[in-house]
């Protein structure tokens, strides 16, 4: 009995932690894009994965009834829950393999231009999210067939980001430096006395 009771914590544990990478995402909303309603009940003890737009894409696409669409999807991912350590990131690849034709090599790849085009101190902020994001996935996707293309992306978002970061801080430092220079008591010293001489003070 205590021992399942230990198994039913463990398990409820992981449920959080998957629940808790869902929040951190977070969703994007738009009306041509296929919206799906990821949830873990601990009732059940793990996830499972709903479509909430677009039905028809996913009937055609995987030839299943159209009395299906209220059902959860059966994926790979979520069926191996008890038997393999899965996260968010895995069932997110397999959602975009599965809606996407052809499938591509790689379902987290970065749309740098998108980055490239945002105003400087949101594109610092992005860059920033976005290589977190990537870093999560490579240190919990294992050694799968994208990998090497997220690590990749990895790098170049990385580089885009400390370019930011500085050309950011280049333009913010003289007005730092202006601030500085106007406020009331400024360049003042503790000891030094301001006229024709400075006479300090010991």
């Given at each position: 009995?205590?021992?399942?009771?230990?198994?039913?914590?463990?398990?409820?544990?992981?449920?959080?932690?998957?629940?808790?990478?869902?929040?951190?995402?977070?969703?994007?909303?738009?009306?041509?894009?296929?919206?799906?309603?990821?949830?873990?009940y601990a009732r059940y003890n793990c996830p499972y994965v709903w479509i909430r737009s677009h039905?028809?894409?996913?009937?055609?696409?995987?030839?299943?009834?159209?009395?299906?669409?209220?059902?959860?999807?059966?994926?790979?991912?979520?069926?191996?829950?008890?038997?393999?350590?899965?996260?968010?990131?895995?069932?997110?690849?397999?959602?975009?393999?599965?809606?996407?034709?052809?499938?591509?090599?790689?379902?987290?790849?970065?749309?740098?231009?998108?980055?490239?085009?945002?105003?400087?101190?949101?594109?610092?902020?992005?860059?920033?999210?976005?290589?977190?994001?990537?870093?999560?996935?490579?240190?919990?996707?294992?050694?799968?067939?994208?990998?090497?293309?997220?690590?990749?992306?990895?790098?170049?978002?990385?580089?885009?980001?400390?370019?930011?970061?500085?050309?950011?801080?280049?333009?913010?430092?003289?007005?730092?430096?202006?601030?500085?220079?106007?406020?009331?008591?400024?360049?003042?010293?503790?000891?030094?006395?301001?006229?024709?001489?400075?006479?300090?003070?010991?």
């Amino acid at each position: 009995m205590a021992a399942a009771t230990e198994r039913e914590k463990a398990e409820k544990k992981r449920l959080q932690a998957f629940l808790g990478e869902i929040l951190r995402v977070g969703a994007i909303k738009a009306s041509d894009q296929t919206l799906f309603l990821i949830a873990g009940y601990a009732r059940y003890n793990c996830p499972y994965v709903w479509i909430r737009s677009h039905h028809h894409r996913l009937v055609n696409l995987t030839h299943a009834s159209s009395a299906d669409k209220d059902n959860p999807l059966k994926l790979n991912a979520t069926n191996n829950w008890g038997r393999e350590e899965i996260h968010l990131w895995d069932i997110l690849a397999e959602l975009v393999h599965l809606c996407t034709v052809p499938a591509p090599r790689n379902p987290f790849a970065v749309d740098l231009v998108y980055f490239q085009q945002l105003p400087l101190a949101d594109q610092v902020t992005s860059t920033g999210a976005m290589v977190w994001l990537l870093q999560q996935i490579l240190k919990h996707s294992g050694n799968k067939e994208y990998t090497g293309k997220v690590f990749e992306d990895l790098h170049d978002v990385t580089k885009l980001h400390f370019q930011s970061l500085q050309q950011w801080a280049r333009e913010k430092m003289p007005q730092q430096q202006q601030q500085q220079q106007r406020a009331p008591g400024a360049g003042y010293r503790p000891g030094v006395q301001r006229g024709p001489t400075a006479v300090y003070g010991y």
